[in-house]
């Protein structure tokens, strides 16, 4: 992992840090999520399947607060809290093994 791509996942724990700090909506996180994640450009497959499966729970939660198909009450922050640990305890995962497939 280079320096601009170690820049990029770390951005990412200060994302969740900033919505939980109530400076970040949950709108800009799922979109800022992403985009942190394609500029730090992995291309270790398992990574991108597991970056797949641990921001899906945050987007689903951000849906069922804002699409109006979602039946109200659905949402839960339990639900979010969780999701939010478990995406920051898997970015944390990526940043201290130092690959992500490219300069492994």
Known sequence: MDD???LMWAQMLDLIDNLRAGRLDLA???SDLRGLF???DPHDPVVREDF???WSP???EYELRSEP???PGLASDEHLEAAL???RSWVQSVLNSGTTGLHS
């Open 28 to 30: 800009k996180l799922v």
């Open 58 to 60: 945050i987007d689903s």
């Open 52 to 54: 797949e499966s641990m």
């Open 85 to 87: 640990d478990n995406f």
């Open 38 to 40: 394609v500029e730090a």
């Open 69 to 71: 198909w979602a039946p």
């Open 4 to 6: 601009h791509q170690r």
